[in-house]
């Protein structure tokens, strides 16, 4: 009887001791934890203190400090600092709210560039997964490209790459996979639908430099040319004058340029398009945070001496909207379509040493009689809808069924 009281008491005592212990280290991590939190600065001395960018800049660094120190000691799963750390990157630029302004990854900021530049070294062949049999498609291989040279047509569905099945990959890793050095081959297996079954075929291709079309250029009836413009990337005002020589070797009497769905590029690309267009003038200005004005001016001594008209919607946006602003407000062509996007923002790109890059909204642009068109769009001369194709004209030719082209030539042949 003794003896189990003995024992009670002694597990009393180590309860007591260890209820004693519990206590001494809540109180000093709270201790420790209140003074991490008095070392930031009270929420009354930041606001008081909200225009002071020191202070600003001082609680920022203390905040982060003390979350970073907060995760390491506490966060019971493993940290992968160089992922929070851009995504901080990330949603401290994005906290501006303007989404031309952006923080560009190492791999963001490659295919930015690769996207612009209008060129790279693969087999030029756009490829896209099918909505409905998660098949991933060849849409058409660009002309002249390395993929068409080899046979590849549009529709051909891949199914391996180098022999490795591709079923379940992302598009972009296929695309990465297939893209590849200057001379180097790759072998694509594709399935080529012929009647009622699908052949499959080894395709050995050597990549190449591909250049990606910008332009579309053909004759209409009524000797009216005709040139879509893409995007205003690197390659494309090279591409516009030499296309706009062969119409013109080939007597064009009138010029149509599609701008629909064009979402820009370069502003400068825009002004030496221009200059192939207009005699000397104002193309474009634009002014900086502080009033600052430069001027981008088209210095060609002669002009189209044609009748024009340009196509817009609402995908014509930025070096799309400067070009059409610059032929509207010059009155030399006549704006065919719908109000187009408006996004008269002007970016620059920040290289960093890691590779990353930030793309930072620096100046507003305006036509050459002062539009400043931002979340306004242009308006077009002719308005015209575009309307969807009837089953009664689907295999009908593209020009008969796009009314809003339709439209343009019309214009043009009733001046030429």
């Known amino acids: 009887m003794k003896a189990k009281y003995y024992w009670l008491g002694v597990l009393s005592a180590l309860l007591v001791v260890a209820l004693m212990t519990l206590a001494v280290l809540v109180i000093n991590n709270t201790r420790e934890l209140m003074t991490q939190i008095a070392e930031l600065p009270p929420a009354t001395e930041r606001a008081e203190n909200a225009g002071s960018a020191t202070r600003n800049n001082r609680w920022f660094e203390q905040k982060v400090r003390e979350i970073d120190r907060q995760l390491n000691q506490r966060y019971i799963e493993e940290i992968d600092k160089d992922k929070m750390y851009e995504a901080a990157v990330k949603g401290y630029v994005d906290a501006l709210g303007d989404p031309y302004t ?8 490659e295919e930015f560039n690769r996207d612009l530049s209008g060129t790279y070294e693969g087999i030029g062949v756009p490829i896209v997964r099918d909505a409905d049999t998660k098949a991933v498609t ?23 790459v180098d022999g490795d099945d591709i079923a379940g990959i992302e598009v972009d890793e296929v695309a990465r996979r297939i893209r590849g050095q200057k001379g180097t081959q790759v072998t694509l297996t594709v399935q080529r639908k012929k009647g009622n079954k699908f052949d499959v075929l080894d395709i050995p291709i050597i990549r190449d430099e591909v250049i990606i079309p910008t332009i579309e250029a053909k004759m209409l009836e009524e000797q009216i040319g005709y040139i879509a413009i893409f995007g205003f990337d690197e390659p494309t005002a090279d591409q516009f004058s030499r296309e706009l020589n062969q119409l013109k070797n080939q007597g ?18 825009a002004t030496e398009i221009a200059d192939e267009i207009m005699h000397k003038g104002l193309v474009v200005y634009i002014e900086d945070k502080n009033g600052n004005r430069e001027d981008f001016s ?16 609402g995908g014509s946006a930025s070096a799309s909207e400067i070009l059409a602003g610059a032929l509207k407000d010059h009155k030399l062509a006549t704006i065919v379509g719908t109000t187009t996007f408006g996004k008269g923002l002007v970016q620059n790109t920040i290289p960093f040493l890691d590779g990353s890059a930030l793309k930072v909204t620096i100046a507003k642009y305006y036509t050459p009689n002062g ?11 002719v308005k015209v809808e575009l309307e969807e194709p009837t089953e009664d004209t689907e295999t009908a030719d593209k020009n008969k069924m796009d009314n809003q ?6 214009i043009i042949k009733q001046k030429i």
Not at 405 to 410: S, Y
Request: hydrophobic share 40%; aromatic share 8%.
């Open 405 to 410: 082209l339709q439209k343009a030539w019309e």
């Open 252 to 269: 064009i009497k009138g010029l149509i340029i599609d701008l629909r769905g064009n979402p820009g590029g370069y502003l400068e690309i």
């Open 298 to 313: 088209a210095v060609n001594s002669a002009k189209l001496e044609m009748p024009i008209a340009v196509l817009v919607d």
């Open 102 to 109: 952006n923080y560009l990854t190492r791999e963001e900021f």
């Open 371 to 381: 539009h400043y068109i931002h979340s306004k769009g242009i308006e077009p001369d």
């Open 138 to 160: 060849i849409i058409a291989p660009y002309k002249d490209s390395p993929g068409e040279k080899a046979g590849l047509k549009a529709g051909d569905i891949i199914v391996a």
